[in-house]
């Protein structure tokens, strides 16, 4: 398995930006979907957002299409979830999942083997 560790989280006011990042080890980080989950105070952990393995195809939850955007950089073992335009909404641990399967396009956290510790996104109104 893959060791994954987010960073970038933080406290915005609504409309801002922020970037988070998951620094992967492992040297097959290139054969890995990759996707970005959320968990808000009480609520179940939901899919934000996933990649497959080159970066060409990715799909996200329809509440943040428009607004985030997945990307990776396998030279440097990275993905990122750019979020804009943030809402109170978005509010919560947003954690870095791996999983070395072929892409689809529909994802839940039962899909996934490896994670993240999480990083707080905090977006006040």
């Known amino acids: 398995q893959v060791q994954l560790v987010e960073s970038g989280g933080g406290l915005v006011q609504a409309g801002g930006s922020l970037r988070l990042s998951c620094a992967a080890s492992g040297r097959t980080f290139s054969r890995y979907v990759m996707g970005w989950f959320r968990q808000a105070p009480g609520k179940e952990r939901k899919f934000v957002a996933a990649?497959?393995?080159?970066?060409?195809?990715?799909n996200y939850e329809d509440s943040v299409k428009g607004r985030f955007t997945i990307s990776r950089d396998n030279a440097k073992n990275t993905v990122y979830l750019q979020m804009n335009s943030l809402k109170p909404e978005d509010t919560g641990v947003y954690y870095c999942a791996a999983v070395e399967i072929p892409f689809a396009m529909r994802w839940g956290p039962s899909d996934f083997s490896s994670w993240g510790q999480g990083t707080q996104v905090t977006v006040s109104s």
């Open positions: 990649i497959s393995w080159t970066g060409s195809t990715t």
